[in-house]
């Protein structure tokens, strides 16, 4: 059974860098073909995609994030982290770690509830 599971803190001030990670289990980030993904979805507003990171452990993301995002990996603890730069109460949400594979996610975290907040 694939599990993923979002950890960081849910409080953070503007300016400030937000570092989230996602532990993932059942499952190898580096398999052939996965795509492990980071999407967010602000109150009252719809899912927004922020990036991925390849099984081949390179990274896209999303334009209008691009210049404050990055999504790394520590494959020893099969682990992929977001770091968001420059936070604003804009980016207060709650955040997602999914698998995608075949062009679909089959894979969700819970989600994790992140406040920007001074």
């Known amino acids: 059974q694939v599990q993923l599971q979002e950890s960081g803190p849910g409080l953070v001030k503007p300016s400030q860098t937000l570092s989230l990670t996602c532990t993932v289990s059942g499952a190898s980030i580096t398999t052939d073909y996965l795509y492990w993904s980071w999407i967010r979805q602000p109150p009252g507003k719809g899912l927004e995609w922020m990036g991925f990171?390849?099984?081949?452990?390179?990274?896209d993301y999303s334009p209008s994030l691009k210049s404050r995002t990055s999504i790394s990996r520590d494959t020893s603890k099969n682990q992929f982290t977001l770091q968001l730069s420059s936070v604003t109460p804009e980016d207060t949400a709650v955040y997602y770690c999914?698998?995608?594979?075949?062009?679909?996610?089959?894979?969700w975290g819970q989600g994790t509830q992140v406040t920007v907040s001074s």
């Open positions: 990171i390849r099984y081949s452990g390179s990274a």
């Open positions: 999914a698998r995608a594979y075949d062009a679909e996610y089959d894979y």
